[in-house]
């Protein structure tokens, strides 16, 4: 298998330790917790990429209720292993899950990857006012005091 990305949907395979490690390092979650790794993994679906040692080189997270919905998220590669395709298998292998064709909704945010999930369906909103969202740009870094983020709440 020397050379080979063995990918894994077994949650028992997963080093906490190291999807912290990679998602630290991605522009949308530095300075993320481990416990909040820790619990997003545990409610989630995810996928491992393994390397012929076992190291985990590639992670991906499909938050879901397996019925109607799902939020693709935190598709990462170790930078030393990207431009094989991990990416795209990690995301195969998700999306492949027998529940997945009778979700009526998945959705993903990217700044910079498009071409990695339009071969997958994934377009630009249709209907773009139709979607809100809370942002919380700074959740795992400096934060603002309580009063800056909501001050009617301190009435």
Request: net charge negative.
């Given at each position: 298998?020397?050379?080979?990305i ?12 190291a999807?912290h490690?990679l998602l630290?390092?991605?522009y ?14 545990a409610?989630?679906c ?6 012929a040692?076992?190291?985990?080189v590639g992670f ?5 209720d397996k019925?109607?919905?799902a939020?693709?998220?935190?598709v ?6 990207r431009?094989r395709g991990t990416g795209k298998?990690?995301v195969?292998?998700?999306?492949g899950q027998d529940?997945v064709p009778g979700?009526?909704r998945?959705m993903l945010?990217t700044?910079?990857a498009h071409?990695?999930?339009?071969p997958f369906?994934f377009t630009?909103l249709?209907?773009?006012a ?5 942002v ?6 400096a ?7 909501s001050?009617e709440l301190?009435?």
């Open positions: 298998m020397s050379g080979q063995d990918y894994s949907l077994d949650p028992a395979r997963l080093d906490i330790h999807v490690a630290s390092s991605a949308w979650s530095q300075g993320i917790p481990f416990g909040t790794v820790a619990k997003a993994v409610q989630s995810c996928a491992g990429a393994y390397d040692q076992g190291r985990l991906a997270r499909l938050v879901t019925a109607t919905f939020y693709l998220c935190d990462i590669v170790d930078p030393a292993m431009g298998a990690l195969a292998l998700l999306l529940f979700l009526r998945i945010a700044s910079d071409e990695l999930y339009e369906g630009s249709a209907t773009p139709s979607f809100m969202e809370v919380r740009p700074m959740i795992y870094g934060r603002p005091p309580h009063d800056a983020i001050p301190n009435e």
